[in-house]
C-alpha cells in the first residue's frame, strides 16, 4: 500500500489548486488526499476539522502532511495541539508560521481585513515551535514573485509573498529555499522531488 500524504492548500485556494502537486506525488509512488478548509472561517475552527479529516479518514493511519501557505499554519497547529493523531512526517511550503508582513499590511484595509476573516490573527508576529518527534521540514521561495509585493517591499529573502525568516521553525529536521515565487512551489517538480526525498530520507538534498 502506497504511503498516504494529506495536502492542505493555502488561503482562498480551492483543493483543486493541490492537482499538480497531487500528481507529481502520485508519480513518486504516494497516495495523495487533499483536505479543503474554510479559510476565511475561523482558524480554530479549521484546525479541529483537520483533526477531525485525520481520524476519520486515515483511521489511525500515519501520513505525510504537506501545506502550503496558510495549509502549513493549519498543519503545524493541528499536529502541535493533537499530538494523539500520527504523523510520518511534515513538510511546510512557504508557509508563514511567524507571521506574516504583506498579511498585516493587506488586513489594514476595510477589504483585505474582511478577506482575512478568521485568519486575520495569524499574520501578527509570533514564534513557531515543533517538539514533536516526527521529522517536519521547511521549503521556503527566494523569488520575489508574488501578490504581497504590492503592499511594499519584503524585508531580506522572500517569494513575494512570505519571508524566508517567516518560515523558520523551531526544531525543524530541515530546511531548503529554493528559487520559486510564492505560488508556484506548489507547481514544481524539483519542490515535488524535495517533498519526496525527505518522506524517505528526513533530507531534501
Given at each position: 500500500m502506497s504511503a498516504e500524504?494529506?495536502?492542505v492548500p493555502g488561503l482562498?485556494?480551492?483543493?483543486?489548486?493541490?492537482?499538480?502537486?497531487?500528481?507529481?506525488?502520485?508519480?513518486r509512488g504516494y497516495a495523495p488526499r487533499t483536505f479543503g478548509h474554510?479559510?476565511?472561517g475561523p482558524f480554530e475552527s479549521n484546525v479541529e476539522r483537520l483533526a477531525d479529516y485525520a481520524r476519520d479518514s486515515l483511521g489511525g493511519r500515519p501520513a505525510h502532511y504537506v501545506g502550503h501557505s496558510f495549509g502549513g499554519v493549519l498543519i503545524l497547529a493541528m499536529l502541535s495541539r493533537h499530538t494523539d493523531i500520527p504523523a510520518?512526517?511534515?513538510?511546510?511550503?512557504?508557509?508563514?508560521?511567524?507571521?506574516?508582513?504583506?498579511?498585516?499590511?493587506?488586513?489594514?484595509?476595510?477589504?483585505?481585513?474582511?478577506?482575512?476573516g478568521g485568519s486575520r490573527p495569524l499574520w501578527d508576529e509570533r514564534s513557531a515551535t515543533w517538539?514533536?518527534?516526527?521529522?517536519?521540514?521547511?521549503?521556503?521561495?527566494?523569488?520575489?514573485?508574488?501578490?504581497?509585493?504590492?503592499?511594499?517591499?519584503?524585508?531580506?529573502?522572500?517569494d513575494g509573498v512570505v519571508c524566508v525568516a517567516e518560515?523558520?521553525?523551531?526544531?525543524?529536521?530541515?530546511?531548503?529555499l529554493v528559487p520559486t515565487?510564492?505560488?508556484?512551489?506548489i507547481a514544481s517538480p524539483a519542490v515535488a522531488d524535495m517533498v519526496a526525498r525527505f518522506f524517505s530520507?528526513?533530507?531534501f538534498r
Open positions: 500524504v494529506v495536502l482562498w485556494m480551492p483543493g483543486a489548486a493541490m492537482v499538480l502537486l497531487s500528481r507529481m506525488l502520485e508519480r474554510r479559510g476565511r510520518a512526517s511534515v513538510v511546510l511550503l512557504g508557509a508563514p508560521v511567524r507571521g506574516c508582513s504583506a498579511g498585516r499590511r493587506f488586513g489594514e484595509g476595510r477589504f483585505g481585513s474582511w478577506m482575512m517538539t514533536r518527534s516526527e521529522p517536519l521540514g521547511v521549503i521556503a521561495g527566494t523569488l520575489p514573485l508574488g501578490l504581497g509585493r504590492a503592499f511594499g517591499d519584503l524585508p531580506g529573502d522572500n518560515t523558520e521553525v523551531e526544531g525543524m529536521a530541515a530546511r531548503e515565487g510564492h505560488s508556484a512551489l530520507e528526513r533530507r
